[in-house]
């Protein structure tokens, strides 16, 4: 029977080591399970043994490092299945948030996270970041070592909370934070499927219009009407037709070239700052775009003040975590300013970014004190001035894409008509 060496924490969260004999992988983690441990590693010792043997054969002269790194050999899923997504680590910290307030410890409130983790990123994450905090490390120095999964905010905010001890509190308000982002994000994405839907079924109705049946109408104009010419109408209309049938190629390739132009302007600042700022000035979707980046600015810091991160720290934070070049350069701005001694108000006025309800209430936050909760209170104006913005826009979108479709179709439908008016009036001279 094959033996597996394994690595487990306790009940009390320490690390045990040993080996147990069974049928399988399978088996022996069921053995070490009943032990009341929790496995993080059960490696069959045979297998394991021909793995160092073989690598050491090959680097003789580091035969103790290949024995090493082949003890320590894992699968790695691909970056897009592996992932972390934000609705993820928001129900990762909910949980973690209720355990705590529970009145669970954190150790043993992320052991229990542990056992129960299905998603394998966290689930090693939270192992490395039990080991970190058993070697010594805060909670906040552990969460630091996975950039990927947890950003600045997450691990500022953790750090607030430990030294506030308030750490139900924060983890309660970054869950919170990430629920409302993700609250919005889905109520942009659910106001856009529909418009889309319909813009595609108009892109295919017109593109198969354009390509399969008028150029067959061209033919049979061609053949009753001679030198007769056709009306202006109908002559544009086959010219589009004839332009997307013979130059689809080069169309395409076009439009993939300017993505590609605009995705590598992206990479640069001054680029990134340009496609920005053209997104906050687009017609109709700029308003949307604007309103959501200022509902993240405002409760972005107004989360870290009132968790008790500091106010040049919370924004250098806000700056890092805006996802738009242009909010970013504002807070630097203002972060400039704030840093000489200055109020936050006349900088975020001075921007041009911010409209004048944000200067208002900052100010007044400002003079009575409770800045953070005015941001908060901004945060939760501009949510609702959102939800309004994309129901306004869904009204709007669909008509307008119906009767953008409905003239196109008849125009094509008008111009097909012309020509056999004209072959009628021949027929009946």
Known sequence: MPTYSFTAMDSSGKEQTGTVEASSQGAAISIIKEQGMFPTRVEDQTVAAKAAKKAGKKTPAKGKAANKSAMNMEIRLP?????????????????????????????????????????????????????????????????????????????????????????????????????????????????????LVVLAMAVGIVSFLMIYIIPRFEQIFDDLLGEGGLPPLTQFVMNMSDMIAN???????????????????????????????????????????????????????????????????????VRDTSGNEVIARAVTTIHDSVKEGENMA????????????????????????????????????????????????????????????????GTIVIALFLPLIAIIGQIGQ
């Open 79 to 195: 970056s897009f299945m592996s992932r972390v997504k934000p609705k993820q680590l928001m129900t990762y910290t909910r949980q973690l948030a209720t355990l705590i307030n529970a009145g669970l410890p954190l150790m043993r409130s992320l052991q229990v996270i542990l056992r129960q983790e299905k998603h394998p990123q966290l689930r090693k994450a939270t192992a490395e970041i039990v080991e970190g905090i058993q070697t010594g490390s805060t909670f906040a120095e552990a969460l630091s070592q996975h950039p990927r999964i947890f950003n600045r905010l997450y691990v500022n905010m953790v750090k607030a909370g430990e030294l506030g001890g308030v750490m139900d509190v924060v983890l309660e308000r970054l869950a919170e934070f990430m629920e409302k982002a993700q609250r919005i994000r889905n109520k942009v994405v659910s106001a856009m499927v529909y418009p």
């Open 247 to 317: 130059r689809t190629l080069p169309l395409l390739i076009g439009i993939v070239a300017l993505v590609f132009l605009v995705k590598l302007a992206g990479k640069t600042k001054p680029g990134r700052y340009v496609v920005d700022f053209m997104k906050l000035r687009m017609p109709i979707f700029g308003v949307l775009l604007s309103k959501t980046a200022i509902a993240r600015f405002t409760r972005t810091l107004g989360t870290l003040m009132t968790s008790g991160v500091p106010v040049l720290q919370a924004l250098n934070i």
């Open 346 to 409: 006349p900088p975020i006025m001075a921007s041009g970014v911010f409209p004048p309800m944000v200067v208002s209430m900052v100010e007044v936050g400002e003079e009575t004190g409770e800045l953070p909760e005015m941001l908060m209170k901004i945060a939760d104006n501009y949510d609702d001035e959102v939800d309004n913005t994309v129901a306004g826009l869904t009204s709007v979108i669909e008509p307008l894409l119906i009767v953008f479709l409905a003239v196109v179709v």
